[in-house]
């Protein structure tokens, strides 16, 4: 199976042949699905803000903040913008007239709403000859102007990442969410010196192009928002990549007789998240931006689970030292109802009449993990996970986000249980990645290996199966102190397919 001259692909990769053993047993053994016990609800495992608890949040992270706090923003942005632009490609596989499409196609919509499109004045001057604001212009030349969108003589939008396409349109030209995220990390992820830090993941390809743009906008960002930025980037790992394999489980070669090794997905960047350090990090999807002028509602629910974070960060370090100092019933009772109060949890039932060095014990372990909390909003019918109940290892009932992959929907039971979920992950967390001592957290020994799924895939028309490490906040997370909150709907604005630019949320006017 592994060949001798796999060996020197394997160092390169930085991949051991035990990795490699493991990964293809895994594709033999599968991934035990996920057992849901039941969603998480508003009433059950899902925290509701109130406006004044909003504005006590709030200001327990000014204060904090103002305490020396260093926040900082991690922004996933190494996927390429292929995906928002499908429907353009199969148009330009098969063109039509536009009139005869029907009047909800997204070809017809995207050429119909042109001018809307924050990067139309860019693209009306690569037609120079003809007027784009008319649409029978535009109807007349939509297989090119589609072409232009995409390809690399015109915008060259097909090969460039969601973080480089121009999404708002503001008076001095279109704005991109890289530089979306920086004016949004401005309104709340600043320090007292003025200073923001953010990170983004960025595809290697892209590297270079990520910072020309930064070169072009930091200077009027930085003189409109007062904040002087802090810009860093990663690459996902290679020795994160999973091998692919035939659906027989033998590896698959390309035609020189090489392993063929395919990303990880998302989950990978449990590394990267693991290489920085700050005492609060904030994480949000580079696709998910508004215009400025919409920022004032997301950037308070922001700071409040911000606040959040802290306050339950505070109790938990408090905790800690008590258990380290003396143990008592007193304390162990106090725990306990924190537990219940605030993490929607208690002891497993195994030691609920144990005793209290094997209770202190374990309140000990259990509280000493990362932090996060996840802003949930309510599910209009966005794809993804959502938060649900499970029992760990330990038959201890904890939160996760649940992905429909990772549970087995053939039980009636479990798709009842799925299709009951009321609230949606919109993959916008604040995580405490410190313990009690101020030591960075091995964010790595909270990983629950077996949330990973295998799909499949297509390789030069061959069918391969696919590895997906744990997703970034799905398993990859599995093992933290987890709270849910309730974030209004209006915060969550993701752009899936060039048409959701159209949306009320990503125009300017």
């Known amino acids: 199976m592994i060949q001798a001259t796999d060996l020197k692909q394997l160092k390169e990769k930085g991949i051991s042949t035990e990795v490699l053993e493991e990964q293809i047993k895994r594709f033999k053994d599968g991934f035990p699905p996920l057992k849901a016990e039941r969603p998480a609800t508003l009433t059950d495992g899902i925290v509701p803000l109130s406006p004044s608890t909003i504005d006590s949040f709030i200001q327990l992270y000014d204060q904090e903040i103002k305490n020396g706090l260093q926040p900082l923003k991690f922004v996933p942005a190494s996927g390429a913008a292929t995906r928002m632009f499908k429907a353009l490609y199969q148009f330009l596989e098969n063109p039509q007239q536009i009139a005869t499409l029907e009047s909800d196609h ?3 919509e995207f050429v119909s709403e042109l001018p809307r499109f924050a990067f139309f004045e860019s693209l009306q001057n690569l037609f120079p000859q003809s007027d784009l604001s008319n649409m029978t212009s535009r109807e007349e030349l939509a297989p090119e102007i589609i072409s232009k969108v995409l390809n690399d003589n015109g915008l060259n939008y097909g090969f460039l990442p969601k973080g480089l396409i121009s999404f708002h349109q503001y008076p001095n030209g279109g704005r991109t969410p890289m530089i979306e995220h920086l004016t949004e990390a401005a309104q709340y992820a600043r320090n007292t010196e003025n200073k923001a830090k953010v990170h983004f993941t960025v595809s290697p390809e892209h590297l270079d192009l990520f910072k020309i743009e930064l070169k072009q ?21 290679a020795h ?11 590896p698959f070669r390309n035609e020189f007789g090489q392993l063929v090794f395919r990303p990880g997905g998302h989950g990978s960047l449990i590394e990267n998240l693991d290489d920085c350090d700050a005492g609060i990090i904030f994480i949000k999807n580079i696709d998910n931006v508004v215009p400025e002028n919409k920022l004032q509602q997301i950037a308070d629910y922001k700071k409040a689970l911000g606040g959040m974070a802290l306050e339950i960060r505070n109790q938990v370090f408090q905790f800690i030292a008590q258990l380290e100092e003396e143990l008592s019933i007193k304390l162990i009772s106090e725990i306990r109802q924190f537990l219940k109060d605030k993490l929607h949890t208690d002891l497993p039932g195994h030691l609920t009449d144990g005793s209290l060095g094997e209770q202190g014990a374990y309140l000990l372990h259990f509280l000493n993990r990362p932090i996060r909390v996840c802003g949930m909003v309510k599910n209009e019918g966005e794809p993804g996970g959502g938060p649900f109940w499970v029992r760990n290892s330990e038959g ?4 996760q986000i649940v992905e429909s992959s990772q549970l087995d929907l053939s039980i009636p039971e479990q798709k009842r249980i799925f299709e009951a979920s009321t609230h949606f992950n919109p993959v916008d967390l604040v995580c405490i990645t410190r313990n009690y001592k101020g030591h960075k957290f091995d964010l790595l020994n909270y990983i629950d290996h077996d949330t990973g799924f295998i799909s499949e895939k297509s390789i030069s028309g061959r069918t391969i199966k696919a590895l997906e490490r744990p997703g970034l906040w799905n398993g990859a997370m599995a093992n933290w102190l987890t709270i849910f909150v309730e974030v209004p709907v209006e915060t969550f604005n993701p752009v899936k397919t ?6 009320k949320a990503h125009q300017t006017e």
């Open 106 to 108: 997204p070809v017809k």
């Open 217 to 237: 906008n930091l200077q009027t960002i930085e003189k409109k928002s007062g904040v002087q930025f802090e810009i860093s980037y990663s690459f996902q790992k």
């Open 240 to 250: 994160t990549d999973t091998v692919a394999v035939l659906p027989d489980n033998e």
């Open 396 to 399: 201890q009932e904890t939160l």
């Open 498 to 503: 060039v048409n959701d630019l159209l949306r």
